[in-house]
């Protein structure tokens, strides 16, 4: 039985029982065991090892159900949004809000445009939407559909997070909408940061609500320092450095080789359903010998 390394405040052995009972107590379902060692044998030196089980340990895994409950949340946020417009937050409770009851007529959907090639059915957006329909009757509509909003009528774009804002940019310039109306709003389970920020520059009348916040600081390359500083890592060679050994040894990846995701965001998040390419490409990429954690 080979050893397992221990410095100072890391204990590998204790990550990986760690990493085990969250998959084994179905908190992060479905990643199984199984997957998680697949995905492991692919680190080879001790160093890799350690990096991949660091990796593991402060990934932000949601289920279907912890990213419904980000969702309602964030919905829960955009309605009171426009309540507060007709003064109407003390009166109507907001579940009743969005099925008409305060006079309104809530509408939403995915960040697609088909006619513009933007997004296509059974993506994440589309998803959540379909999720949202079904619990809190909130009718789905593409916005491709919706030119012109009345005087009653509010559209709320839904998906599962943003992390750089410019996908949602992109979607807003192109949706032919006037927004100065103040009738649509954004709700995602997750935001980072980045996108907020981007978002509110771009877009201040139209408001983006979270149930997740992402920080820097919970993303790749300040997790990589501080695994430094609490002499988690005690390797000549960053956690960067590693990282990037291991990418390139993996390349070429199907999706291009950007080892720290769209954006360079680096963040560390997966859903049940899926992960977002501005995690880490090593968490998703596909190459002809590397196999991901969970599959884009």
């Known amino acids: 039985m080979s050893q397992i390394p221990q410095f100072g405040g890391f204990d590998q052995l204790g ?3 760690a990493v085990h009972a969250l998959s084994r107590s179905n908190v992060r379902n479905p990643l199984s065991v199984e997957r998680i060692k697949v995905w492991v044998k692919q680190f080879l030196s001790d160093e890799e090892k350690t990096l991949a089980w660091l990796i593991l340990r402060n990934l932000i895994f949601r289920t279907s159900e912890q990213l419904q409950s980000s969702m309602r949340q964030a919905l829960k946020q955009a309605a009171l949004h426009f309540l507060d417009q007709g003064g109407q937050r003390d009166t109507v409770a907001w579940t009743d809000a969005l099925k ?4 309104l007529d809530f509408y939403c ?3 697609s445009l088909i006619q513009y090639g933007m997004g296509q059915p059974g993506k994440s957006g589309d998803v ?3 999720a949202i329909n079904q619990r809190f009757g909130i009718k789905k509509q593409f916005p491709s559909g919706v030119n012109v909003l009345s005087e009653k009528e509010r559209f709320i774009v839904v998906d599962d997070g943003t992390y750089t804002g410019v996908q949602l940019e992109t979607f807003l310039r192109n949706w032919e909408l006037d927004y100065s109306s103040g009738r649509v709003a954004l709700a995602v389970g997750m935001a980072h940061q980045t996108a907020c920020h981007h978002l509110g520059a771009q877009f201040p009348q139209v408001p983006l609500f979270h149930g997740e916040l992402l920080t820097p600081e919970t993303c790749f390359a300040a997790l990589s320092q501080k695994w430094i500083e609490t002499q988690q890592w005690k390797y000549d060679k960053t956690p960067v ?4 050994e291991v990418h390139k040894r993996a390349q070429p990846f199907e999706d291009g080789d950007g080892g720290n995701g769209y954006g360079d965001v680096g963040a560390l998040v997966a859903f049940s359903h899926g992960v977002p390419d501005d995690s880490i490409q090593l968490l998703w990429g596909v190459s002809k010998t590397w196999k991901p954690l969970v599959e884009r």
Do not use: L
């Open 128 to 130: 959540i939407a379909r």
């Open 241 to 244: 450095e590693v990282y990037a």
């Open 109 to 111: 959907g995915p960040p």
């Open 100 to 103: 008409g009851a305060a006079g």
């Open 15 to 17: 990550v990986e029982r």
